[in-house]
């Protein structure tokens, strides 16, 4: 049928399962924009509730944006919000209740909803703004249900994220035959598409899917089918559906290249990772460089590794430019494996992956204890060892993977710069000198939300380490311990000064390599 008639198949007050991730990734785009044009036309369907795991967006006009208008929306349970600045908007302003969830949490909940389970019971979002006892995933005063609650079994906590319903899947995939048998073939993930339709066909909803093209009868292989034609309702084809928002199809984004052209693909992003570790060196690198050396750190002969966005970004290239890759499993949470990690807003995408899985069972493979180290970010951290990574400045962010890959890796390596706006560093001649403080502090006293729990930390036995440019941070039985700095910085302004709770200071106190801050082509000292 068309997207207009699609769109039509939604009713007021529906729960709307989404699928997506950030630069168009598996997002049903076409019918997104069907819903908005018969709101705007109609001014129905009006009172949705929305569900989605990781964000889905440009920050403009798509994804999420689509739906961020007053009536047309009245809950937003996301997994990540900074694609949709009109949707974090409508939540600020308390026009919509506002809620987030783990983006793990969210699509193994949609195969728990479609199995007529009762809930999702997890350790994962223990202690933090999931947990109700820190917030129960609501993020503004609109919001006032607790998505979850602890229960006890064996003695120990878990927590229950309550099922419902979900009335209308949006999904997104790459073929239809004529019986409505649907293949992810040319997709760059699966994520979390067939629970979505599960949960949505269990429920007595409807599934919609979103297409590229029509194959005949008998097309698709059995072992090709990743929805069957029993699950679906509705199939729009969308002859214009692109790979991203600005790449129209790229195979080597699919996984489909192999033999020669897969190798010269292959030689040609090591070229270009290569190309960027040489570009103008800045704190970012010498984070990354500090970073790296924790990696093969692990007692792991060959670790299975997830690096998050901002600092962590450059890690990984730093990993793949070195030639290192067959020295480590590299995983992203949208389901993939190996390849080139793309960034910025094509952050989940990787070109040559060796293998896609769907998001829920990747998760699975987490929460399990599979992950031996991760690289992500951080917005702030206090005292406890706490981190605040879903709500900065008032605004909704949301986890996204983030409290599912925290809170399961054997070894958690936080990377971020020490302060933010305002900083002025000099740095590449093997010191670090601090020109000008940050106005924002990031370590301090307690921190805004926890979306990662310092106490939950130590139970579990995990290491976790803080980098930043000007020093380095472990959480330790007593809490925050400094044990490196930078060579260059002075320990009482460049750092303690500019935090607001004392940690612990190691002895001795280490000074981290000089090497880490020395451009490429320089001489310490230089």
């Avoid at 999931?130 to 602890?150: F, I, Y």
């Avoid at 924790?294 to 060959?302: I, M, P, Y």
């Avoid at 992203?332 to 899985?357: K, P, Q, W």
């Amino acid at each position: 049928m068309s997207a207009a008639d699609a769109a039509a198949l939604i009713r007021d007050g529906d729960t709307v399962g989404l699928m997506g991730g950030g630069g168009g990734l598996m997002e049903a785009t076409c019918l997104f924009q069907a819903v908005q044009a018969r709101f705007l036309s109609t001014q129905q369907p009006r009172g949705l509730t929305m569900i989605h795991a990781l964000g889905i967006g440009d920050k403009k006009t798509l994804g999420m944006n689509c739906f961020a208008h007053e009536g047309l929306v009245k809950r937003v349970i996301g997994g990540h919000w900074v694609w949709s600045p009109a949707m974090q908007k409508l939540a600020e302003d308390e026009k919509i209740e506002a809620y987030i969830l783990p983006g793990g949490v969210s699509s193994q909940l949609m195969r728990e909803i479609g199995a007529g389970r009762p809930g999702l019971f997890t350790h994962v979002g223990l202690g933090t703004v999931c947990d109700p006892r820190q917030g129960g995933g609501k993020m503004n005063r609109s919001a006032v249900e607790d998505l979850s609650e602890v229960v006890t079994l064996d003695g120990r906590e878990y927590l229950r994220y309550r099922p419902f319903p979900i009335h209308v899947a949006l999904v997104r995939a790459s073929a239809a035959d004529e019986d409505g048998n649907i293949s992810f073939e040319h997709e760059a993930a699966n994520l979390d598409a067939q629970s979505l339709a599960l949960a949505a066909r269990n429920s007595g909803g409807r599934v919609i899917v979103q297409v590229k093209e029509r194959l005949p009868r008998g097309a698709l292989k059995a072992r090709e089918v990743r929805i069957p034609a029993a699950w679906v309702d509705a199939i729009v084809v969308d002859r214009e559906q692109k790979t991203s928002y600005d790449i129209p199809f790229d195979p080597a984004l699919s996984g489909e290249l192999h033999g020669e052209a897969r190798a010269a693909s292959e030689r040609a992003d090591h070229a270009a990772e290569q190309r960027a570790a040489a570009e103008a060196f800045s704190e970012r690198q010498a984070i990354a460089r500090r970073a790296a050396m924790e990696l093969f750190n692990t007692g792991k002969a060959r670790p299975v590794v997830n690096y998050g966005v901002g600092v962590p970004d450059a890690v990984a290239k730093l990993i793949a430019s070195r030639g290192e890759m067959d020295r480590i499993y590299q995983t992203i949470e949208h389901g993939t494996y190996g390849g080139t990690l793309m960034d910025g807003v094509l952050f989940g995408y990787a070109r040559n992956a060796s293998a896609m899985l769907d998001a829920p069972t990747q998760f699975d493979f987490y929460a399990g204890g599979g992950l031996d180290i991760a690289f992500l970010g951080f917005g702030e951290f206090d005292a406890h060892g706490n981190v605040n990574a879903s709500r900065l400045g008032g605004l909704t962010v949301g986890p996204g993977g983030f409290i599912d890959i925290a809170q399961n890796a054997r070894k958690v390596v936080f990377c971020g710069t020490f302060a933010a706006k305002g900083v002025q560093l000099q740095t590449g001649d093997g010191q670090l000198r601090v020109r000008q403080q940050g106005k924002v502090r990031k370590m301090v006293p307690e921190v805004e939300q926890i979306t990662f729990s310092g106490p939950q930390s130590r139970q579990r036995g995990q290491q976790v380490l803080f980098l930043t440019e000007r020093g380095s941070f472990r959480l330790t039985a007593e809490g925050m311990e400094l044990f490196e700095i930078a060579p260059g910085v002075d320990l009482q302004r460049d750092l303690l000064d500019q935090m607001d709770f004392v940690p612990r200071i190691a002895t001795p106190l280490a000074v981290m390599d000089a090497a880490h801050f020395t451009a490429p082509g320089a001489s310490p000292g230089a």
